[in-house]
Structures are given as C-alpha cells and as structure tokens.
C-alpha cells in the first residue's frame, strides 16, 4: 500500500488506491484530476508514473504523497472507505515512524522500532534478524548491532538496519 520513493517519503499509488478502494482505476484517475491543485503551496502531492497493463500497454496512473491520499480519500464516502483511509493513514503513519536517516542520508530504522511497529517482542525481531538467511555482504552492509539502556538502566541489545535490511525483515513479517 505505502512504500518509500527515492527521497524516503511515503508514497501510494493510483493503482493500490483503487484496488483497495474497490473502485475502478480510470475512476480514480478522473478523481485525481478533478483536483484542484493550482493553490497547492509546498511539495507537489501527486506525480504521473506509468506501468504496463497485463496486455503489455504502458497506462496513465499517479503516485502521490500522504496529503495527495488525503485530499483524493477524503472525497470518498462510505464505511468502507472510511475503513481504508483509516488503514492508509496508519501505514503512512508507520513508514514515517520507521525511517530516520543517518549522517549520510541514508535511511535507517531500530529493531526497536520495527518490533513496535509489527506488534512483535523485541526479543523475537531480534532473533529472526540473527537468523536471517543473507549473504556476508548483505548482512554487514544492511545491519549494524547497536545497544539501548532499558527502564532498569541495564544495556540491552539491538540493530540498525538500512531501507534494505528492513525490507528483507518486514518480509518475513507480511500477512502475519
């Protein structure tokens, strides 16, 4: 639903607006474009990418940011729809927490943040990191053991990991 561009901003897609909307894609492509977004002040919120269909034909969709989603999803009416802005909102709200870049910009999360993020014991991500099936390089690149201080002022252990090292871990954790 909500992935990261290459700025690390949250962004969503006409295509996974309407398939979990239940809505018919060229129907949110005329929504999108209904939008008023001449008095836009700041980034823009939507972005024309294409993809191919599964006849092989390169389509029209949008990507767009969190305020793009919320200005679209807000048109929409319904239990349903009410449903999914809540979900979208919460993953938006998710990738953001997530993401914490480093001093060379490059993205970086916490097992930390990742165990409260999928509702999981601290102890058990850190367990599937350690068991990750990854190459040397992979993994010394993508991961790096750090340490906390818990309530008790005792050091515990934990990771930081890069966009890639997460993405590897949040797969284990889709659907569960």
Do not use: C
Request: charged residues 30%.
């Amino acid at each position: 639903m909500v992935t990261l561009d290459a700025d690390n901003t949250p962004v969503t897609t006409s295509l996974a607006v309407a398939e979990s909307f239940g809505k018919r894609h060229t129907h949110v492509l005329r929504d999108i474009e209904a939008i008023d977004v001449t008095e836009d002040i700041g980034e823009p919120k939507f972005g024309l990418i294409s993809y191919t269909d599964k006849w092989n034909r390169q389509k029209k969709a949008y990507i767009m940011t969190r305020d793009g989603f919320l200005d679209l999803a807000l048109r929409y009416r319904g239990k349903k729809a009410k449903r999914f802005r809540e979900s979208f909102i919460r993953e938006f709200n998710r990738m953001e927490k997530l993401v914490v870049l480093d001093a060379d910009n490059t993205p970086v999360t916490t097992s930390l943040a990742v165990a409260e993020s999928f509702s999981k014991q601290h102890g058990h991500v850190l367990r599937d990191i350690e068991g990750l099936d990854v190459t040397e390089d992979f993994g010394r690149s993508n991961f790096g053991a750090t340490s906390y201080t818990d309530q008790w002022n005792r050091p515990q252990k934990a990771y930081v990991m890069t966009r890639d090292g997460f993405l590897e871990l949040a797969l284990r954790y889709r659907g569960k």
